[in-house]
């Protein structure tokens, strides 16, 4: 399994930036996927979800309401849509999915948001 994330970087407050995990190593299209993010001197912090079928979501109320999850099955990526980017947003984002037994985590993509 491997989780490959892309996209970070450092965007001012109230701005966009989208992040894609594209994953490999497993039927994608069966698992839920998921997004998480751990701010500095933080712990891990669940962000969204994504089933399989159907595509249900859930966000954090941290966030709900600013970012989309989305997945595309035909080319294995999910992708983390955020909008209205606020300062307490900075982390570093991880695409993560629990498969036969085990959590597996991407290497992170670090999301700065500062004027």
């Known amino acids: 399994v491997q989780l490959v994330e892309s996209g970070g970087g450092l965007v001012q407050p109230g701005g966009s930036l989208k992040l894609s995990c594209a994953a490999s190593g497993f039927a994608f299209s069966r698992y839920g996927m998921r997004w998480y993010r751990q701010a500095p001197g933080k712990g891990r912090e669940l962000v969204a979800t994504?089933?399989?079928?159907?595509?249900?979501?859930y966000y954090a109320d941290s966030v709900k309401g600013r970012f989309t999850i989305s997945r595309d099955n035909a080319k294995n990526t999910v992708d983390l849509q955020m909008a209205n980017l606020k300062p307490e947003d900075t982390a570093i984002y991880y695409c993560?999915?629990?498969?036969?037994?085990?959590?597996?985590w991407g290497q992170g993509a670090q999301v700065t948001v500062s004027s």
């Open positions: 994504i089933s399989s079928i159907p595509e249900l979501t």
């Open positions: 993560n999915v629990f498969y036969t037994g085990q959590s597996y």
